[in-house]
């Protein structure tokens, strides 16, 4: 496994990250089995993975009660990543979406996020995160500013519950103020072969302030392994029901274009699944992979994709494949 610091901190974090939202279970991944779920943790850990990911929304705080379960004897070995912003325990806040019988709101004042970090530390029985994220971006109309969250999050640092900052579904101007206002080190975006969105401005502008570009969804849900096929159709209401590369129109095309990568498969002797890891790790220094998994196969599989390294030829014409796709 290869170890990169999380932006300007002094945290080395593997490059493949463990993503713990399917372990939270609920109507978005359907139940777990949370012994598999535990295995898995400490293989990854046993095997090199030092993050795990996680947020008090991933099955409304089960993953987090999953990971501290994992981990209450283990702390020291591992980075953990929670998150801050997404709640259900009052009504403050802007609407944002209601899911197995709770509303959700976001908020991201100097009060929620304090509450936030308590409830996470309790549920994880540790006293410290590693990184901390902002979920989602504050919206109108609960608008909290960044000013306000930074400053937020920095006394939290100074106060060594948090050891490094990172923000999730951002654009440029939340960057920009983000780091106006003190040391923003990781940025947490959806971005995949086939979801390149980030390329535009949020990639470059982490690289030039010296910020980690955590990847998630690197395997679009598992589409990217080669392990779907096209007969598959996502129930409403799951994770994939609602994702454009899902879509009857769209999934056939994905499943054609993973099925081409046969010659890949064979020169690298790697399967699609390390492909599209070791394809984001090329797109710059500064990427880390973050990759669900709830099974130990699973993980040992997405782990060796950070042993690859593509040619130039072959990172093109994976880029290629997937501009050709049109959607
Ligand atoms: N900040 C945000 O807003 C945000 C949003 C989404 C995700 N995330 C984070 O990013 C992490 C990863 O994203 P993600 O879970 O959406 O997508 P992903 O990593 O692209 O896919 C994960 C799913 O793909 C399947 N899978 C994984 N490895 C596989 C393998 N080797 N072979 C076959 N199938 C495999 C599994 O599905 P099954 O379990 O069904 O087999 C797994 O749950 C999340 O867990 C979470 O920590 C953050």
Excluded at 4 to 28: F, M, P, R
Excluded at 236 to 257: H, I, S
Excluded at 295 to 304: P, R, S, V
Aim: aromatic share 8%; proline share 3%.
């Amino acid at each position: 496994m290869v170890y990169k610091k999380i932006g300007q901190s002094n945290l080395n974090a593997s490059v493949v990250a463990l993503g713990t939202w399917a372990i939270g279970g609920g109507t978005w991944w359907g139940e777990n089995n949370d012994m598999e779920s535990i295995r898995t943790i400490h293989e990854a850990i046993n095997q090199g993975i030092n993050l795990i990911d996680t947020a008090p929304a991933y099955g409304f705080g089960h993953s987090e009660e999953v990971i501290g379960k994992a981990i209450s004897d283990r702390r020291d070995k591992v980075l953990i990543s929670t998150k801050c912003a997404l709640r259900w325990t009052d009504e403050e806040g802007t609407f944002f979406f209601s899911v197995d019988g709770r509303n959700v709101y976001r908020n991201l004042s100097r009060r929620a996020i304090r509450d936030d970090l308590e409830n996470s530390l309790r549920r994880l029985g540790t006293d410290y995160i590693d990184i901390y994220i902002t979920h989602w971006q504050s919206a109108e109309p609960f608008l909290t500013p960044v000013s306000e969250t930074m400053e937020a999050l920095t006394e939290l640092k100074k106060e060594g519950k948090i050891r490094a900052i990172g923000a999730s579904n951002v654009n440029t101007n939340h960057i920009e103020e983000y780091i106006k206002y003190g040391q923003l080190d990781l940025i947490q975006e959806k971005y995949s072969i086939i979801d390149r969105r980030v390329e535009k401005d949020l990639l470059p502008l982490a690289k030039k302030h010296n910020i980690t570009f955590q990847a998630y969804s690197p395997l679009e849900q598992g589409l990217l392994t080669g392990k779907i096929r096209k007969d598959y159709v996502p129930v409403k209401g799951t994770a994939r029901y609602d994702q454009k590369c899902f879509k009857p129109e769209n999934l056939p095309k994905v499943v054609d274009m993973v099925d081409s990568w046969k010659d890949l498969c064979i020169k690298y002797n790697c399967t699609p699944t390390h492909l599209a890891i070791a394809w984001l790790l090329a797109q710059g220094n500064h990427m880390n992979v973050l990759c669900g998994a709830r099974k130990t196969e699973q993980l040992e599989e997405n782990m060796k994709g950070a042993e690859i390294t593509l040619d130039l030829a072959d990172i093109a014409r994976i880029r290629e494949n997937a501009l050709s796709l049109d959607f």
